[in-house]
């Protein structure tokens, strides 16, 4: 009995340890981007003097990287990207052209793991000292200086947590295991009872 008792034991350790394993499991995931600035897909008067990206932590400083490309692919970044708590911000250089502009941003989340994401906004104007034409309204445009309501922010794509997954399949794989040897125990004790009831038995019988 006292061999079925640590088995239960060992089974109940083996359950709480594998809910322990699944509870853990959001706390895990990675940062992500909650707004940014300019919003997503947002028309200004003219270039920002800087743009920014809003996490729900505070990421690592190390490895940053914001690049702010205009229609023609080039980089109006200005200097190192700046991490003030949960913001990171990546200034500009002057004389930014009107149209439309591609913000990559690169950043390494609070437990260590990069993640990146994009966003655009459009400037109808070009920023002071630019030499570049505004563009001709169209159908649709929206007007100069209004920027819509944000949109949900682009968030990094996060790898499946696959640790969880072998870390389930293995406390499911003791737990069949543990079961089947209780199962074992049980037969074999059972026959060992049998055979002792057998040995009485023939022993009253000699007598």
Do not use: C
């Amino acid at each position: 009995m006292r061999s079925i008792r640590q088995l239960l034991t060992a089974v109940l350790g083996a359950v709480a340890f594998a809910a322990l394993l699944f509870a853990a499991g959001p706390a895990s995931a990675h940062d992500a981007a909650e707004s940014s600035s300019p919003a997503d897909g947002a028309t200004v008067a003219a270039p920002p003097a800087e743009v920014s990206i809003t996490f729900n932590n505070t990421p690592l400083g190390l490895g940053s990287q914001v690049r702010v490309n205009d229609a023609a692919g080039a980089d109006w970044a200005d200097g190192k990207v700046e991490i003030v708590d949960n913001v990171a911000t990546q200034k500009l250089r002057e004389g930014a052209p009107a149209g439309k502009y591609t913000v990559l941003w690169r950043v390494v989340s609070s437990d260590s793991h990069p993640i990146e994401g994009t966003f655009t906004f459009t400037a109808t104007a070009g920023a002071e000292g630019s030499t570049a034409a505004a563009p001709v309204p169209t159908v649709g445009t929206q007007q100069p200086g209004v920027t819509p309501a944000p949109e949900n922010a682009p968030s990094a794509s996060e790898p499946f947590p696959w640790s969880l997954v072998v870390f389930a399949a293995v406390a499911v794989g003791l737990l069949v295991a543990l079961g089947i040897l209780a199962r074992r125990k049980l037969v074999m004790g059972n026959d060992e009872e049998d055979a002792d009831s057998g040995d009485t038995a023939a022993g009253g019988r000699s007598h």
